[in-house]
């Protein structure tokens, strides 16, 4: 694949106005799927999770899950959506054997929920309000593997093999309005949007949303108009932006790529474009055509969903509090300064946060944890610090500091034990016979050996130059091969010096 | 008179994946506009204060408790009907497209 010319980000900027518009899918996390009785799980064994309705088998009926209608009025509530009185489900045509039935049942002009607004908070406190055009109910695709040729994508593959396990599993499409005005905050608009999706699904507890996995999903729309022109460019549509981080990158680089093809007197093909993580490029998909043609119609095995305006407004009472809300009360609860709060959502670890405290962690620590050095592992191996480990793992090891099992140089190693999956760090510090040595006789040895080395250190502390206790303090920690509470030691030291 | 024309016939088959000669084209043109025209008169007959249905039975709100249900298959029963498998997967030509 040719790498894109791209241009300057500011110069396209200059030249051209952004136009974005996002299609976020959310998997409900369901105990069944949408239209059928199979498990709604993650992994498995392949074509386990699956019933006929979910292979398309003759004479198997859908029948729709009423818990994912209550999830999914609740999500177009909280999308700040009106509820439509009937809605309908319909049939979306095409050949790919992602789906046995070739028709996905999702909803075209009667959604669940419409005209919605959702406000997206930039890192610099700015609120950007997005206006949302719909969010409708449909279920996901089986999973293909392209088997043979080169890359394992599909040009030259040989043949494919499918998975049903994720057919039929509850979806929620939310489809923003046209968005205009983000200019250079186009990229971190995305990225925030997203986010605020997610915190959104996570509050309601309706989804894992493990963008990893596929919980969540972003396509990015994104066209570009010369300055002063008032008719819309031709959009591209971006697909499998699978992280919050990728988001933000791939409408960068849309729009520095289509800057590049319209300044050289191009144009832009209207087409979906893939998003590949490692080249961190788009290249082009399916051209957008008659393809598209996808011969909507009711489905005639379904009825109509009617919500009673009792369940609407029963829904309505128990939304969680609004994301901006909930930064604020957070904020005032545990404490953070500004910058220390701006850190954490910006790092988009709110939640993570707030997993690690209910877990048993103070704040500080948690927030340390995550912004410091799992942050750092994250970064280090190019992944999001969500994937790596849970609050409730994070909680674990900050609570064996708190008891004085770890110090802080251990409880780093256990951290890295449990990220590596070794285990919990309970089992990790026994498994390595970990624990700071809080026998005060060991420790008063080690300094006194220390103290035989270094005779004129007491001298000194007893002068004033408390400093010096740190050349001791580093040999006990030595000699206990780093298992020792260094302030203990410190203490001791001090004690030593006035006696 | 219906807008049926040869062009869209072959869009439609297009979008279907049948091949058809021109012959075919001219003949299902000719009769899919005999069948438009038919339904068009419903549509005359149907005023603007008459809901469309999508349902003989005029029931809303039918649904299902999420509860897994016996009816879950078993890899082997699921790939049973297969032509082609690998032993857990079922196996399909590569087709030029992509998820929609």
């Known amino acids: 694949m040719a790498k894109a010319k791209l241009m300057d980000f500011d110069k396209a900027l200059e030249l051209f106005e952004p136009v974005l518009g996002f299609e976020v899918h959310v998997e409900l996390n369901t105990t069944t799927k949408m239209f059928s009785s199979a498990p709604n799980e993650f992994g498995g064994e392949p074509n386990s999770n699956v019933t006929p309705v979910c292979l398309g088998l003759p004479g198997s009926l859908p029948v729709v899950n009423e818990q994912a209608v209550r999830y999914s009025i609740s999500l177009g509530l909280a999308l700040g959506c009106s509820i439509a009185p009937s809605s309908r489900f319909a049939r979306k045509n095409y050949f790919y054997p992602d789906l046995a039935k070739n028709y996905q049942i999702s909803q075209f002009d009667e959604p669940i929920a419409f005209e919605g607004k959702v406000d997206v908070e930039l890192s610099d406190g700015r609120i950007v309000s997005v206006d949302i055009e719909r969010a409708h109910m449909e279920e996901d695709a089986g999973k293909l593997t392209h088997v043979g040729g080169a890359t394992g994508r599909i040009q030259g593959a040989e043949y494919s093999l499918v998975d049903y396990n994720r057919a039929g599993v509850p979806l929620v499409e939310i489809v923003t309005k046209v968005i205009y005005g983000a200019e250079a905050d186009a990229p971190e608009l995305a990225k925030a949007y997203v986010a605020t999706i997610r915190d959104i699904v996570v509050a309601l507890g309706i989804s894992d949303a493990r963008m990893e996995r596929g919980n969540l999903r972003c396509d990015a729309n994104v066209?570009?108009?010369p300055r002063g022109q008032e008719k819309l460019g031709t959009r591209t549509e971006t697909k499998n932006v699978n992280s919050l981080r990728s988001v933000e990158r791939a409408v960068r680089y849309e729009i520095q790529r289509q800057a590049q093809i319209l300044?050289?007197?191009?144009?832009?093909?209207?087409?979906?474009?893939?998003?590949?993580?490692?080249?961190?490029?788009?290249?082009?998909?399916?051209?957008?055509?008659?393809?598209d043609d996808y011969r909507y119609f009711p489905e005639p095995d379904l009825l109509p969903v009617e919500p009673s305006v009792e369940l609407i407004e029963e829904l309505r009472a128990a939304l969680p509090e609004q994301p901006a809300e909930r930064k604020r009360r957070l904020k005032a609860e545990w404490g953070f300064s500004d910058l220390e709060f701006q850190d954490?959502?910006?790092?988009?670890l709110l939640s993570e946060l707030v997993a690690t405290v209910s877990a048993g962690a103070s704040p500080q620590a948690a927030r340390k944890w995550w912004t410091g050095e799992i942050a750092r592992i994250a970064n280090a191996a190019d992944r999001e610090p969500t994937e790596l480990i849970t609050g409730a793992q994070v909680a674990e090891v900050q609570l064996l500091v708190d008891e004085g099992v770890l110090n802080d140089r251990m409880a780093r190693q256990v951290l890295e034990a449990v990220i590596a999956g070794e285990g919990s760090a309970r089992e990790i510090v026994d498994a390595k016979g970990l624990a700071v040595v809080s026998d005060d006789g060991a420790l008063i040895a080690a300094i006194d050996t220390a103290l035989a080395?270094?005779?004129?250190?007491?001298?000194?502390?007893?002068?004033?130059?408390?400093?010096?206790?740190?050349?001791?303090?580093?040999?006990v920690m030595q000699a206990m091969q780093g298992k020792a509470d260094a302030a203990r030691v410190r203490e001791l030291v001090l004690e030593r010096a006035q006696a | 008179m219906s807008d049926i024309s040869e062009d869209r016939v072959r869009h439609l088959a297009g979008l279907a994946r049948i091949d058809l000669t021109n012959d075919e084209v001219t003949h299902l043109t000719a009769e899919l506009s005999k069948i438009v025209d038919v339904v068009a008169t419903v549509s005359a007959a149907a005023t603007d204060d008459i809901p469309a249905t999508s349902h003989p039975i005029p029931l809303t709100n039918v649904y299902r408790d999420d509860v897994v249900t016996d009816d879950v298959l078993t890899t082997e029963q699921a790939l049973s009907g297969a032509p082609e498998h690998d032993g857990s997967r079922f196996k399909v030509s590569a087709i030029l497209g992509e998820e929609q």
């Not at chain 1, 998003?275 to 008659?290: N, Q, V």
């Not at chain 1, 954490?344 to 988009?348: A, D, E, I």
């Open chain 1, 223 to 225: 066209s570009l108009r």
């Open chain 1, 263 to 291: 300044s050289e007197g191009g144009t832009i093909v209207q087409e979906t474009r893939h998003w590949h993580e490692d080249t961190g490029a788009t290249s082009a998909g399916r051209p957008k055509s008659d393809a």
């Open chain 1, 344 to 348: 954490v959502v910006n790092s988009g």
């Open chain 1, 453 to 475: 080395a270094q005779p004129d250190v007491l001298e000194k502390i007893r002068e004033g130059k408390v400093q010096a206790a740190g050349a001791v303090i580093g040999a």
